[in-house]
């Protein structure tokens, strides 16, 4: 889910960025990394997350999906923009 705190900035001239003012974190996001940070905006699970990214995009590697997807949402932890809900 979102940490609360973090705010997006949509019309940056690199992209969408995230800045996390609790650690100072900033991240840009590309489209598909801003399709993901819109699913967490409500508790979800990683398999929802997967098939609403595999919706909304013509991928054709499931697999390189599932690792991209894993990769991102740990970066994301790490840097404080999302949280797991126990």
């Known amino acids: 889910m979102q940490n609360p705190d973090v ?3 949509e019309n940056e001239p690199g992209g969408p960025m995230l800045f996390n ?3 100072s974190e900033m991240r840009i996001l590309n489209e598909t990394g801003l ?3 819109n699913l ?16 909304e995009y ?6 390189l999906v599932e690792a991209d997807l894993d990769l991102f949402l740990q970066e994301m932890i ?8 126990c």
């Open 7 to 9: 705010i997006l900035r």
């Open 21 to 23: 003012p609790d650690n």
């Open 35 to 37: 399709a993901i940070w």
């Open 40 to 55: 967490c905006l409500q508790p979800i699970s990683r398999k929802d997350l997967l098939s609403g990214i595999l919706d």
């Open 58 to 63: 013509d991928y054709d590697d499931r697999t």
């Open 78 to 85: 790490q840097q404080g923009f999302i949280g797991i809900l």
